[in-house]
């Protein structure tokens, strides 16, 4: 059965989950089968299930071959908590699915899933629509098409052009250049981040995608800022200092206040030293196992059960709940052909991440990727290869849902492994980024103010104020101008001699609908729209006339 990609957009792991749901309706073989000595028709074993819905979701695109049997079983039953699938006496819901030869069947009905229309995001931010289109900085819709990489709005030769006009005209005017406050430049940093990942995934907006409000200029503009020479983030605390130990990291907890040391424990919260310790040996295996520290069989085993279960135990996973929609939606873009747009916007969703996140993040990934690549490391499991315990482990860890969703599992598996084959990519910081933030803010930085100069004033500063109106006030000053706008140009159609009767009526007739309150104003009765047609003169054709004969007089 061919498998249909399921491109990003909202909820797609709902989509996800209808979709698996109806190949597994459709294709699962059923026939007659005997238990107790009874004869069952229409019905499956639960081994054959977990055979038949393993081959298919390692054959589809949407999840690869990186999915496990036991993530095959897991997923039957949440089918059967779901009322995908029942038992042969009609029970769901609490039962349980093992790997035997219990015997199963399809409901009447199989009850998909419904996708909500509109993101729940929306409901709660109708508060910010207003000031998000006021906004100076506001986010264009930018087309299918990849846009042209020159986006500054002035040219380098006009600016150029401009500065020369200006100081030729020192005497008579005082240039200023423009300081950002710190607002607009986190700003600049927030939409250039969307505009690329607009691009990216050749949305024609991510308002179904991202909520613009998610995301932390301080997180993007701090992962960029710092980090080693490695590309790892290096966390600060407040007066400056790097965190390097644990004593570090008390000490510049005890001279903060009670209600600082949440924040600054929250904000700077990093690895533990005994965990950065475990990860290290194993990364390193064998260079870094010290001969004279007392070793036995299964060590290594032990160090990694310490890293799995301080990850495991985190109160929410590396990517957060908030952009887990986001890096879903990523997901449809790992395919072969889309590899490189994956990646790229990977690297720009990493980016968004709190730093303590992405430094885990990114010492985890490194792990895990030299665990799977050493031919030396012993194994760390009796049954499962080091890569798919790598993958199975900490899948759940980095991406998961703050509520319960049936395909979280091989979501997380899809993820991490394509993570684990190009971390060095994803997790470097983007310089194409900072080069189009820098440009912005030196543009808007180049922008001059002048204002006219006098001899008093030349050196002193000059200030203007505005007189703050209320939000009726600014309304009715909006709709009055506007309509004084329309009645200019509504007079104007009327008074248009170079119309014919025809257009003329045309046109009255498309702004009568369009704005049927001034156009009742200015002609209130019928009888006024009419008089308005009455009393243009009109030219009659010439009839047709012929030449009176001439008649000659008989007198000479």
Known sequence: MESRIVTP???????????????????????????????????????????????????????????????????????????????????????????????????????????????????????????????????????????????????????????????????????????????????????TVLIHLQKILCLPSLEDVLDPAQINPHSVMYNMNNTSKHGVVVLQNKSGRHLRSPKDFSNGVKKKSSMDRVIFTEQNHDLPHWVLSAMKCLANWPRSNDLSQPTYIGFERDVFRTIADYFLNLPEPLVTFQYYELFVNILGLLQPHLEKVAIEALQLCCLLLPPPNRRKLQLLMRMISRISQNVDMPRLHDVIGTRSLMVQTFSRCVLCCAEEVDLDELLATRLVSFLMDHHQEILQVPVYLQIAVQHHVDYLKKIPITHPVTEVSAMLPTYSFCKQISAQEFEEQKRSTSQVAMEELLENIIKDKTLSIKEKKKKLKQFQKEYPDIYQHRFPTTESEAKLFADRPTIKQPMLTLKKPKFHSLRY
């Open 9 to 191: 957009g909202p909820y797609r792991a709902t989509k996800l989950w209808n979709e698996v749901t109806k190949y597994f309706r459709a294709g699962m073989p059923v026939k007659k089968h005997r238990q107790h000595f009874k004869s069952y028709g229409n019905c499956f074993t639960a081994t054959d299930a977990v055979d038949w819905l393993h081959e298919l979701l390692r054959n589809n695109s949407n999840f690869g071959p990186e999915v496990t049997r036991q993530q095959t079983l897991q997923l039957l039953r949440k089918f059967l908590k779901n009322h995908v699938i029942e038992d042969l006496k009609g029970r769901w819901g609490t039962e349980n699915l093992d790997d035997d030869n219990h015997l199963f069947r399809f409901p009447t009905n199989s009850p998909l899933k419904t996708v909500p229309r509109h993101p729940l995001w929306r409901r709660s931010s109708t508060e910010n629509v207003s000031k998000d289109k006021d906004s100076v900085f506001k986010l264009p819709h930018f087309p299918r098409r990849t846009p042209k990489k020159c986006d500054l709005p002035l040219a380098k030769e006009n600016l150029e052009n401009l500065q020369e006009e200006l100081t030729t005209s020192n005497k008579e005017r005082f240039v200023h250049c423009r300081e950002l406050r710190q607002e607009e430049v986190e700003e600049i940093w927030r939409n």
